[in-house]
């Protein structure tokens, strides 16, 4: 059964918790949906991980759309989200009702996932009045990574926490049907929980929320550097990708690969045959 903006209330109603993951392309969103992910982000992260960019900031519109169609293919009951690139909604209200329509007709996305809180819910109402579910996004959003001198934990001061809680209750009243909680202290996650009747999606906001979102490449582990704190590594499959292409190259080089079993068979009187002619 298809995952719909019903089932992510439904699920903070009974309390069954919402699992979230990125992903970018259709043979990853379908096996996520086939282990039974609730929702699939296709999160402007891709900038960093599957593009190569240092922030999120270069992504545009026609990326997204791209990948979203991709995942939107591999999706067959995952809820799909499809980030709203940097500048796709900021500057105007129309622009962001056009930009989230592409998602959503040529992307196949069943919602738009925005950053910000009361500077844009007019933005926020517009595209719900058009039919169209949205995600908002509050505390360490990437798309302000200026604006915040790096990626830090947002809501700290007594005022910052306020201002996250105002947001949180402002872009409800806008018509969001969830919100990601990112990069925040736990107990402010919580209070925001708590006081919201939509869900909310936490990153690196504890386990009071109402689900959990990872980007896929940080928790199974393919990503290298630096850990964030936030992210556990559910699995290594770097390393197991390592090995398998190490295995590949030695077994190429050596002959061992391919083996009998990987090569086709014809009839020798066929090659006879052949051999006679081509002498
Ligand atoms: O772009 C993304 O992947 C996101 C998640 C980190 C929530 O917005």
């Given amino acids: ?8 209330l439904e699920q903070k109603q009974s ?32 900038g ?24 939107s ?17 900021q500057v105007s209200v129309q622009d962001a009702v056009v930009n989230a329509g ?29 039919s169209i579910p949205v995600v908002a996004h509050l505390g360490l959003t990437p798309q302000s990574v200026n604006a915040f001198g790096g990626f830090k934990v947002q809501g700290k001061s007594l005022g910052k926490a ?3 809680v105002d947001d949180a209750l402002k872009i409800q009243e806008a018509g969001a049907c969830a ?48 850990t964030p704190k936030f992210v556990k590594r559910f699995a290594e499959a770097g390393a197991l990708m390592r090995q398998g292409v190490s295995d590949y190259i030695s077994e190429t080089k050596s002959g061992a690969f391919p083996a009998q079993e990987h090569t086709y068979a014809v009839d020798d009187e066929v090659i006879n045959e052949l051999m006679k002619e081509c002498d």
Avoid: W
């Fill in 1 to 8: 059964m298809k995952n719909t903006v019903s089932t992510l």
């Fill in 15 to 46: 309390g069954d918790k919402i699992t979230m993951l990125t992903a970018y392309d259709y043979t990853t969103a379908k096996i996520f949906d086939e282990c039974g992910v609730n929702a699939i982000l296709i999160g402007d992260s891709l």
């Fill in 48 to 71: 960093m991980v599957m593009l190569g960019y240092e922030n999120t900031l270069p992504v545009t519109m026609e990326d997204m759309i791209h990948h979203t169609a991709a995942v």
């Fill in 73 to 89: 293919r591999g999706a067959e009951n995952a809820f799909v989200v499809a980030d709203m690139p940097f500048m796709s909604y």
């Fill in 102 to 130: 592409r998602l959503i007709k040529a992307g196949g996305a069943n919602a738009v996932k925005l950053e910000g809180g009361a500077e844009v819910c007019e933005q926020i109402k517009a595209i719900v009045n058009a």
């Fill in 162 to 164: 306020r201002k996250l």
């Fill in 179 to 226: 919100v990601v909680l990112e990069g925040i202290p736990a107990k402010i996650a919580d209070i925001i929980t708590k006081k919201l009747f939509i869900p909310t999606i936490g990153i690196g906001a504890g386990n009071g929320c109402d689900g959990q979102v990872l980007v896929y490449q940080d928790m199974l582990g393919l990503t290298t550097g630096h």
